[in-house]
């Protein structure tokens, strides 16, 4: 992440989604024809000519709205604006200009940022003779582009590292950051969580279930070491999403899963546990990622002393293994317990960069096997020559045995229960192959 920062402005539907895809290079924006899809900020970092700088797609900025969820994204519009060093205002070339182009411009112009108007969806030589006209909203000289097709978007690049502050020599960075995602079902309090964390209205928090359909990231520092939070839509089970929007908003939640280091799954405590929570963890799990269980809304429930025992035999008695993944029981509505999060990250990341020495390994395995021995299957007398943890992050143990196939599931997981009960692999799941030696 740069220190520089640009915000992409504009009503809905004049491609705002699509020139910050076709900018950051990848598909991190929902694009879509229905109107309104983007409601939350997201961030993508963007580099040309070997210069970087940050890239903020805001929702449909629409002034004159009541809605509940507009006003959010108003709101949401005015902190990118706020946060920006350069403001791109971003027109649609095939319509006429509207009541909201002209008050965004105003409000651009009153900002005291820079700027650069952007005629969009001009994909052709004959439109562009007529984007001279948006001179009238008094923002100077516009640049055509077709955001979809990539057209003329290297002279926008070009024009943005122009106007953009020269960038500090002393940036810190933020590649060393630890990345947690922040998931579970919708309404179950992710946006809230995050903006209590950051104390900061960094997502747009309504009462209304699904309204984060975007992942955003963030960053904190905390006790030295840097973190990068990203909040996440609801997940629903697919043959209950409403339109493909929803669809498209459960892949990108998956794919920020795959690509953090923790996932922070967050459960309803007045709903219990439930399937979809199992799916989710089930997920984090097979995609090896360190993980934290937090319930929720304790607040609103019945409980007495034995509450937080009772609802941890549940979980536990549903998925047996989460009895080594540490749990948070919070109330964020209340603000209890919620820093007591990222005490829980920080062993966990711990957990995920340990690396056990190869003799120390085979000196603990030696034991495990007199404790116990390998089963004898199929005539088979089954051993274990040596062991070699072969990568971390999460840790992958591999034994190298005389007959690999053989070995039981039954005993792969008694290595890993020892693996657990001697070293601290708290919060973080554990792969052990068996190779033929």
């Known amino acids: 992440m740069s220190n520089r920062t640009v915000a992409i402005l504009g009503r809905p539907n004049v491609g705002k989604s699509s020139l910050f895809n076709r900018l950051v290079g990848k598909n991190h924006a929902i694009v879509s024809p ?23 797609d805001t929702g449909g900025y629409l002034p004159a709205s009541d809605d509940k969820i507009e006003k959010a994204v108003r709101y949401q519009g005015k902190i990118a604006l706020d946060e920006s060093d350069l403001i791109l205002l971003m027109i649609d070339g095939r319509e006429e200009l509207t009541s909201s182009d002209k008050i965004l411009a105003e409000i651009i112009q009153k900002s005291d940022k820079p700027y650069i108007l952007v005629i969009n969806k001009i994909d052709e030589l004959q439109y562009e003779k007529n984007i001279y006209k948006y001179f009238e909203l008094g923002l100077g000289e516009p640049i055509a582009i077709a955001a979809d097709r990539g057209r003329n978007v290297g002279d926008l690049l070009d024009l943005i590292l122009e106007k953009l502050p020269v960038l500090s020599k002393n940036v810190n960075s933020y590649d060393n950051s630890t990345s947690l995602a922040i998931v579970g079902m919708p309404n179950v309090g992710k946006s809230s969580l995050m903006n209590a964390i950051l104390k900061e209205e960094k997502s747009i928090v309504t009462d209304i279930p699904g309204t984060t359909r975007d992942s955003i990231d963030s960053y904190i520092k905390y006790f030295d070491k840097i973190y990068r939070l990203i909040d996440t839509a609801g997940l629903r089970k697919k043959n209950k999403q409403e339109d493909a929007i929803e669809f498209y908003s459960t892949v990108r939640t998956f794919r920020v899963i795959k690509d953090a280091d923790i996932a922070i799954v967050m459960i309803d405590a007045e709903k219990g546990f439930t399937n979809h929570d199992r799916n989710i963890i089930r997920y984090v799990i097979d995609q090896g990622k360190g993980m934290i269980l937090v319930v929720n809304k304790w607040d609103a429930i019945d409980k007495d002393n034995d509450s937080v025992n009772e609802m941890t035999y549940i979980i536990h008695k549903e998925y047996p293994s ?61 051993s274990i020559k040596y062991v070699a943890q072969v990568h971390h992050s999460p840790p992958i143990f591999v034994f190298f045995v005389n007959f690999p196939e053989l070995f039981p599931v039954s005993y792969k997981r008694y290595l890993e229960n020892q693996f657990r009960y001697t070293f601290d692999f708290t919060g973080i799941p554990i792969k052990i192959k068996f190779r033929k030696k």
Not at 34 to 56: C, H, K, M, Q, S
Not at 340 to 358: F, P
Not at 364 to 378: A, C, D, G, I, L
């Open 322 to 382: 989460l009895k080594f993944y540490p749990k948070c029981f919070i109330s964020v509505k209340e603000n209890k317990r919620v820093f007591s999060i990222l005490e829980k990250v920080q062993m966990v990341n711990d957990s995920l960069k340990l690396k056990l020495k190869t003799k120390s390994l085979n000196d603990f395995v030696k034991e495990v096997v007199k404790k116990k021995q390998p089963p004898y299957v199929r005539g088979k007398n089954l």
């Open 34 to 56: 229905i109107e309104g899809i983007t409601r939350d900020r997201i961030y993508g970092n963007v580099e040309w000519v070997g210069e970087y700088f940050d890239l903020i």
